[in-house]
């Protein structure tokens, strides 16, 4: 497995490429982006293990439905069930792996929430979590934002380091901690594109949310739902099919698991 390094346009690329892929095959992907978001509702239920549970296991439904959108690329038209392929009993070592990783990625993010907890006493947490109760925190609003900016500086290098990894770790069989270091080399190595991808990124949200403001004001306000709903799951889809030319472009070769 070798990293490549790609021109810096193609970050542009990847995010025109999302949408393309995701028109090709949109109904099962958009389907499993449904899946998705109701396995990590129901995993952010119970109380207190609740705010874990989904980051434990975002690694593993994030490879399952990079598997789905592989499959419709290969003409392949995914089951449902593909979004649970790194948790099968079958999987073996790659759900091992990938729960390992969902681990680490929880005890990073509760160390990096813990960090900003020290410098606000928890106000910037319980902004983050809609959990604000009305009581006198005497906070200067400037520790909150220092808080933020510790988080970001905190959580950042934990999502380069996890970006290829479920990846790594499904489909070349390479143990965790590899997985994370590999990963973050791989993006590092491809900066420059994967600079222009976020930013790519952030003008289409911009976009999107503008023409969102546009069509909410000509609706009846009891329908605003029927376009917030539809374009967030339209642009949460394209954003995952968005990922998976990273990983094609950039890592060479792509050694599939035929068992996956």
């Known amino acids: 497995m070798q990293v490549r390094r790609v021109p810096a346009l193609a970050g542009w690329r990847w995010v025109t490429e999302g949408f393309a892929i995701l028109a090709a095959s949109p109904m099962p992907l958009i389907a499993s982006g449904i899946l998705l978001l109701f396995t990590l509702l129901v995993l952010s239920a119970p109380p207190v293990i609740g705010a874990f549970l989904p980051l434990v296991l975002s690694p593993a439904l994030s490879f399952g439905y990079l598997q789905a959108i592989r499959r419709a690329q290969e003409g392949k038209p995914p089951a449902p069930w593909t979004l649970f392929s790194g948790l099968r009993p079958q999987a073996g070592a790659t759900m091992r792996s990938l729960l390992i990783i969902g681990v680490i990625n929880a005890a990073a993010t509760a160390f990096a929430l813990m960090a900003t ?22 906070v200067a609003p400037t520790h909150t ?3 933020a900016l510790i988080f970001m500086a905190l959580y950042a290098p934990l999502q380069v380091a996890l970006w290829y990894a479920p990846l790594f770790a499904g489909l070349h069989r390479t143990p965790p901690v590899k997985a ?18 976020f930013a790519g990124w952030f003008a289409v949200a911009v976009g999107l949310s503008v023409l969102i403001q546009i069509l909410v004001a000509l609706v009846p306000s009891g329908f605003s739902a029927l376009v917030l709903a539809p374009a967030f799951l339209l642009l949460m889809a394209a954003l995952y099919c968005s990922f998976w030319p990273t990983y094609r472009d950039t890592i060479d070769p792509i050694a599939v698991d035929p068992s996956l």
């Open 180 to 197: 994370l270091v590999f990963s973050a080399v791989a993006v590092w190595r491809n900066k420059a594109a994967f600079a222009i991808y």
């Open 145 to 147: 934002v220092y808080a």
């Open 117 to 138: 907890a020290a410098i606000d006493d928890g106000q910037w947490l319980r902004m983050l979590t809609s959990a604000q109760e009305q009581k006198s925190v005497d």
